[in-house]
């Protein structure tokens, strides 16, 4: 065996023959347990990044212990293929954008092959493949018959320089997060899935996710954002109608001293026509950002409508205003503003000097806040609140709510924070919405047997406008029944609608529908991988998504992922690493210079999945010397050939004992670490250790080498997860037929790992005078008199009856004599 190791030659040569046996090619088997393991696709962005080779890594560790522990497991690859990057590049370097993605796509291939990752490659899918977005043309139109899709006009955000509708989050400080143009607010027709309709379940359903970290559940129940209150009408003075409002706190309600409207709120627009102030300020708001967060902490601003409401109860006048902190796509839009309950109402009611009724007072025993300097907000006992006084928050808000009822002027209602989902994006790099228009205003769906509607790929960017309205092949939509022309709608799917179902076509595909009985065998995936940044949106999208072809009778679950891992980002000099802060490290180098398995070792060991990774260069370099090491250790070392080893007939030495139970010690540890705790760098540790003792360990008869031998195979199997190419050689070097990825994960022998002897020190009025060997299960009588018979012992007792004894199990003993 050569004795330098070249990870290269052995990388190549482990990936042929993976490659040639068709290792990772797996078929439904209702014979054997599955296991789906997936990782989140990545976006085919030109390079992997080491956030990718961290993600990737994790997830083929796991599918590869997986395998070896006897299942069916599905570890697929694809690409996240649509999306703005393309067209920036294509405007950028005068590529289309498919031709950009395409070739984009092959290099990144080449990296994940080389870094030897177990995908069954034959299940690639790319979402830009028209193969691909067909079926998810064909469930929209399924969904628009079910009245889960409609189309609204709906104010968005509009970054004038990308051409595009932008999320709440995509804004920051009032510009595109990626132009940093001033973001408009426009209001378009949009195309929307009605996720509201699942609020409900999707929010129970977290309750049946123990295998979901905590925190991601939390961040999407509040996204969800479920909350009871009760629905109110305020009667106007004048002709119109009711004023509704949304409130969570009804037990407030004798303390509204002004409503508030949002800008976008029909009667302000109704107000602001012919009202020049009113219309200035409306659209000074139109311009603003509406994201919650700000809405918080910005300048509370607005002007008095010159319309009153009656109090429901009281009969009272209240003037009504508009206000900048008014959410029009919450609740009615509208709000009762209680200044000295409600932290945004009290600054409101500051600016503007509106009065401040306190009619809640702080439950015995909790802090009073001062009303002159904030709102008081919790809950408490009410006062100055007529037939409510001294009711507790909780017992007033039914007794108010019963008596708007009563009234027919409220009722009770949950309101959910979450929106339906605006799939609809004003970009040419995205699947098409199958519908067409006949000038009617009542979009139809293109027919199944016209799907799919295929994006013509070969464009040219003008400017960052959508190419598709100069494409009048492609505009063309026939004509309908009474020979009407029709045209095709223009606007592309958010690629979130993509990334919600890759996950099930993994399993079938090749169907020639969306999926087949396959995604049933396979779903649901049994370990997710991706990053924390997906919490929210990814998550949700996909868990809803999940639902729908559930009830379309595609899969036969509520959830797609059973368990799911976030893992930590990678730091460098602790920051993220970005491209934008260029403090990026090019996974491809490393490979180039040290071997996949290198890399790989270092990202297992440097941290736990779920923590940060700091970058280090000298731990990179450590990892490869360890694998160094190992390789010589197992070319140098004196192992005989394999065979059964009947250990109950050998006589082993102390030396070989130990290190057996080395072994098997390492192997339970590293089990445990890779199957329940996911801490391989705890595992990688464990396996380092077991390498020190053999690298001193020195045989001398058969039964040592045998030791010897089951040792350095041990170390091998554990780690061929984690570095499978090193480890599919040496299995080979230690003079196997069959191939490691094919071995049988091995277990640990809990006779073996049993401590036999144990060594304690004998003290004799506190002074070691010896040590002392004994049967790890001796009784404490037996033990005193071993170290009474010790002749060094004997020396210092000197025929003096010990005073005491005193026994530190697995210790020492100490003889106390005068
Ligand atoms: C009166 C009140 C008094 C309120 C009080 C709070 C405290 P959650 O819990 O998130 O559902 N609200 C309702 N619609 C709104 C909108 N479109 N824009 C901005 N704020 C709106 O929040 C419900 C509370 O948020 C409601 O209860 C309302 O203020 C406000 F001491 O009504 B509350």
């Not at 994940?112 to 490659?121: K, N, S």
């Not at 368990?563 to 920051?575: E, R, S, Y």
């Not at 018979?789 to 005491?804: C, H, L, S, Y």
Request: glycine content about 6%.
């Amino acid at each position: 065996m050569d004795p330098h190791y070249h990870p290269q030659t052995v990388e190549s040569e482990a990936q042929e023959y993976w490659e040639d046996n068709r290792s990772f090619h797996v078929t439904e088997d209702p014979e054997r347990e599955k296991f789906y393991c997936l990782s989140m696709f990545p976006y085919p962005s030109g390079r992997l990044h080491m956030g990718h080779v961290r993600n990737y890594t994790i997830g083929d560790v796991i599918s590869r212990y997986q395998r070896m522990c006897g299942r069916n497991v599905l570890q697929p690859m694809g690409w996240d293929a649509f999306g703005l990057p393309a067209e920036n590049a294509a405007m950028k370097n005068k590529v289309a954008p498919a031709r950009w993605t395409r070739e984009n796509i092959d290099y990144m291939r080449g990296q994940l092959r080389q870094l030897g990752f177990a995908y069954d490659w034959r299940r690639e899918i790319a979402t830009c493949d028209p193969d691909y977005y067909r079926w998810e043309q064909w469930f929209f139109t399924r969904l628009l018959e079910k009245d889960l899709v409609y189309r609204r006009e709906s104010t968005v955000n509009w970054d004038p320089v990308d051409q595009t509708v932008l999320a709440n989050e995509q804004v920051i400080d009032g510009r595109g997060w990626r132009s940093g143009a001033l973001v408009e607010k426009r209001r378009i027709p949009q195309w929307f899935v009605r996720i509201t309709a699942y609020a409900e379940e999707l929010l129970q359903g977290l309750d049946d996710l123990p295998g979901w970290p905590a925190q991601v559940k939390t961040m999407q129940r509040n996204w969800i954002g479920r909350s009871r209150g009760v629905l109110i009408r305020f009667p106007r003075t004048d002709a119109g109608e009711a004023l509704e409002i949304f409130t969570t706190r009804p037990d407030t309600l004798m303390g509204v001293t002004y409503m508030a409207l949002a800008a976008q709120h029909p009667l302000v627009e109704a107000l602001a026509d012919g009202n020049s102030e009113l219309a200035a300020f409306v659209d000074e708001c139109n311009r603003g950002s509406t994201a919650e967060a700000d809405m918080a902490v910005m300048e509370k601003k607005g002007l008095p409508l010159g319309i009153r409401v009656r109090h429901p109860v009281t009969d009272e006048e209240i003037p009504v205003w508009v206000a900048n902190f008014v959410l029009m796509e919450y609740g009615t839009g509208a709000v009762m503003s209680v200044p000295a309950h409600d932290q945004r109402d009290w600054e409101f009611a500051r600016a503007h000097g509106l009065p401040v009724r306190q009619v809640i007072a702080p439950a015995a025993g909790d802090r009073a806040v001062d009303l002159e300097t904030e709102a008081f907000t919790e809950a408490g006992v009410l006062v100055n609140s007529g037939p409510f006084d001294g009711l507790a928050s909780d017992e007033a808000f039914d007794a108010i709510a019963t008596h708007l009822a009563a009234k027919n002027l409220g009722e009770v209602q949950v309101n959910f924070r979450l929106r339906d989902w605006g799939v609809s994006r004003q970009r040419y790099w995205g699947a098409p919405i199958p519908v067409l228009h006949d000038g009617s205003g009542s979009p139809r769906a293109v027919p199944a047997g016209d799907l799919p509607v295929t994006l013509p790929e070969d464009v040219h960017y003008e400017g960052g406008a959508n190419p598709l309205h100069g494409m009048p092949a492609f505009l063309d939509g026939g004509t309908d029944e009474q020979g009407r022309p029709l045209r095709r709608e223009t606007d592309t799917f958010d690629t979130f609608m993509e990334s919600s179902w890759y996950y099930a076509r993994f399993a079938c595909p090749d169907a020639d529908r969306m999926l087949d009985g396959r995604a049933n065998y396979w779903l649901p995936v049994d370990q997710y991988i991706g990053g924390i940044e997906h919490a929210i949106l990814h998550l949700l999208y996909a868990r809803f998504f999940h639902r729908l072809m559930r009830d379309e009778g595609l899969v036969e679950t509520d959830e797609p992922f059973t368990n799911l891992l976030t893992q930590g980002m990678v730091l460098k000099d602790g920051a993220k690493m970005s491209k934008s802060k260029g403090n990026t490290v090019d996974p491809q180098e490393l490979i180039e210079q040290y071997g996949a398995d290198t890399v790989r070792l270092f990202m297992m060991f440097a941290a736990p999945p779920e923590q940060t990774l700091e970058w280090s260069d000298s731990g990179v370099e450590g990892a490869h010397r360890f694998l160094r090491r190992l390789w010589k250790l197992v070319a140098t070392s004196e192992t005989g050939q394999p065979g059964e080893t009947d250990w109950a007939g050998l006589a082993l030495s102390a030396a070989a004992t130990a290190l057996r139970r080395k072994t098997h010690q390492t192997i339970d540890k590293v089990s445990d670490d890779v199957s329940r705790r996911y801490t391989f760098n705890t595992a990688i540790a464990a396996v380092m250790e077991l390498c020190n003792e053999v690298s001193r360990f020195e045989p001398a008869d058969a039964g040592d080498t045998a030791v010897l031998r089951e040792a350095l195979e041990s170390v091998v199997l554990l780690l061929s997860p984690i570095t499978p190419h090193i480890c599919h050689r040496l299995w080979f070097e230690l003079g196997h037929a069959r191939a490691v990825i094919d071995q049988d994960w091995p277990r640990a022998d809990s006779a073996a790992m049993r401590e036999t002897e144990i060594r304690l020190a004998v003290q004799v009025n506190g002074k070691v005078r010896a040590q002392l060997e004994v049967a790890a299960d001796a009784p404490e009588e037996d033990i005193r008199a071993a170290a009474l018979a010790d002749e060094n012992v004997q020396r210092f007792v000197a025929g003096r009856t010990p005073k005491k004894i005193i026994l530190v199990p697995r210790k020492l003993v100490n003889i106390v004599v005068a």
